[in-house]
């Protein structure tokens, strides 16, 4: 199969519940920079927020906050909530260099892991959640697996 020429990944979107708060995690304790944060009156007050890597200014990660009707019924707003509570709404990978100097970095500013550091076969991971309860893996990865 052929690739598509200039096609590249620009954004991802994370579900959260309360997009102040995420905001807050995502800059003060992950120390990622705000790359869009837009209220679309028009939209009902459509918040677009998005923050991104230092270093990495055309990666961004979308904070979503759930939706109501008429784009998601208040049932599926529920089972999406319950499974970001769970950590079953997807997984964030964030690679490093030095999973464990991260991982230090990271403790000291509040962030609450639920491993530490763990030699793998494919290299070195930790992992975290949100406020919202999504699974964060931070890993160092071997280069014969990146």
């Not at 961004?60 to 599926?76: K, Y």
């Not at 494919?122 to 975290?128: R, V």
Request: charged fraction near 20%.
């Amino acid at each position: 199969m052929r690739s598509v020429a200039g096609m590249k990944i620009n954004s991802s979107q994370l579900w959260v519940h309360d997009q102040d708060v995420a905001l807050d995690f995502w800059t003060n304790q992950v120390g990622m920079e705000v790359r869009s944060d837009v209220t679309v009156a028009e939209m009902g007050d459509f918040r677009w927020l998005a923050v991104g890597p230092a270093g990495q200014p055309d990666v961004s990660l979308v904070l979503m906050a759930i939706p109501g009707p008429p784009m998601m019924d208040d049932e599926t707003a529920a089972q999406v909530a319950d499974l970001m509570a769970k950590g079953f709404a997807g997984t964030l990978f964030l690679g490093t260099d030095d999973c464990q100097a991260t991982y230090e970095q990271l403790r000291d500013r509040g962030v609450e892991f639920i491993d530490p550091p763990t030699a793998m076969s494919y290299g070195i991971d930790a992992s975290f959640r949100d406020p919202s309860g999504n699974s964060v893996r931070l890993t160092q990865v071997h280069p014969e697996f990146g």
